[in-house]
Nanobody, 120 residues
Framework: QVQLVESGGGLVQPGGSLRLSCLAS????????MGWYRQAPGKQREVVAA???????NYGDSVKGRFTISRDNAKNTVYLQMNSLKPEDTAVYYC??????????????WGQGTQVTVSS
């Protein structure tokens, strides 16, 4: 059994910052790519940022220059530092990870989501 648990969401004023964390736990053999997605009301889920096990990073166009993704492989954790937040960043943010379990079965896991609200 593998779980992804996000934390760090909340309410912040425009221009503010938040840091999201996602911890992977359970019967894990290895973790390949990890990433963050978001979904705003009435919109499709979109990729925010992703990072491979080797540190290759990609960002969605709307967050480039404002968000930074990082990971601590020893802690099975991925982070998303969000700066200069805008009201349009308001969404539920989901963690995603490509995980090989101890059974050697590979699967893409999702966290339960954490709400980020940017409002004055």
């Amino acid at each position: 059994q593998v779980q992804l648990v996000e934390s760090g969401g909340g309410l912040v004023q425009p221009g503010g910052s938040l840091r999201l964390s996602c911890l992977a736990s359970g019967s894990i053999f290895s973790i390949n790519a990890m990433g963050w997605y978001r979904q705003a009301p009435g919109k499709q889920r979109e990729v925010v940022a992703a990072i491979t096990s080797g540190g290759i990073i990609n960002y969605g166009d709307s967050v480039k220059g404002r968000f930074t993704i990082s990971r601590d492989n020893a802690k099975n954790t991925v982070y998303l530092q969000m700066n200069s937040l805008k009201p349009e960043d308001t969404a539920v943010y989901y963690c995603n990870a490509d995980i090989v379990g101890t059974s050697r079965y590979e699967y893409y896991y999702w966290g339960q989501g954490t709400q980020v609200t940017v409002s004055s």
